[in-house]
């Protein structure tokens, strides 16, 4: 069956960098297109970033625009985001997600997410 | 990329039905067919309930309906039970390439 499990959250400063990754199994990831989306706490949902499933078109949010970097690796069926210049705002329970084979431009299978905290 | 408009709750008692609204602009929920709307309990992760505005994926119960009109998209919960009673969100695709969640909506079955 599907899975992702989100890794590489965790308390980083303000100005630091931290790269999340998103393993994926029980599919093929390079017919997908996969998202990342964001919760900070109590809050609602923010889409953060999409990729083609080969990597060949990014989109991203306003917010996180020329800081953040998606990008995968299909041969490790593996997906992640590089986050430069993090921001307390930044602070968010972190999820991957596939968009299936056809650009449906929905989220089908989510991870569990990774907790990132932005915090001196 | 401004977050779509949706009540902020909704309740209603068993058996009834209720429904979600959310309202974009024609550079998303307007003008493409691309709204799907997500479940999400607390402390869980989101759970897909309904995409390209009406599809129901396999397993999601029949009681869950979506549709458009305008700029303005619709999740329609007949039969409510307890166990609906959670957070909603509406997506739509935009004209930036881009995706957009809805503000949320909390449903409580009273």
């Known amino acids: 069956q599907v899975q992702l499990v989100e890794s590489g959250g965790g308390v980083v400063q303000p100005g630091r960098s931290l790269r999340l990754s998103c393993a994926a199994s029980?599919?093929?990831?390079?017919?997908?297109?996969m998202h990342w989306a964001r919760q900070a706490p109590g809050k609602g949902l923010e889409w953060v970033a999409v990729i083609s499933y080969d990597g060949g078109a990014k989109f991203y949010a306003d917010s996180v625009k020329g800081r953040f970097t998606i990008s995968r690796d299909n041969s490790k069926n593996t997906l992640y985001l590089q986050m430069n210049s993090l921001r307390a705002e930044d602070t968010a329970m972190y999820y991957c997600?596939?968009?299936?084979?056809?650009?449906?431009?929905?989220?089908?299978?989510w991870g569990q997410g990774t907790l990132v905290t932005v915090s001196s | 990329q401004s977050a779509l408009t949706q009540p902020a709750s909704v309740s209603g008692s068993p058996g009834q039905s209720i429904t979600i609204s959310c309202t974009g602009t024609?550079?998303?929920?307007?003008?493409?067919?691309?709204v799907s709307w997500y479940q999400q309990y607390p402390g869980k992760a989101p759970k897909l309930m309904i995409s390209d505005v009406s599809n129901r994926p396999s397993g999601v119960s029949n009681r869950f309906s979506g549709s458009k009109s305008g700029n303005t998209a619709s999740l329609t919960i007949s039969g409510l039970q307890a166990e609906d009673e959670a957070d909603y969100y509406c997506?739509?695709?935009?004209?930036?390439?881009?995706?957009?969640f809805g503000t949320g909506t909390e449903v409580t079955v009273l």
């Open positions: 997506s739509s695709h935009t004209s930036s390439f881009t995706l957009v």
């Open positions: 024609s550079s998303d929920v307007g003008g493409y067919n691309y």
């Open positions: 997600a596939t968009d299936p084979p056809g650009g449906g431009w929905y989220c089908d299978y």
């Open positions: 029980g599919f093929t990831l390079s017919s997908y297109a």
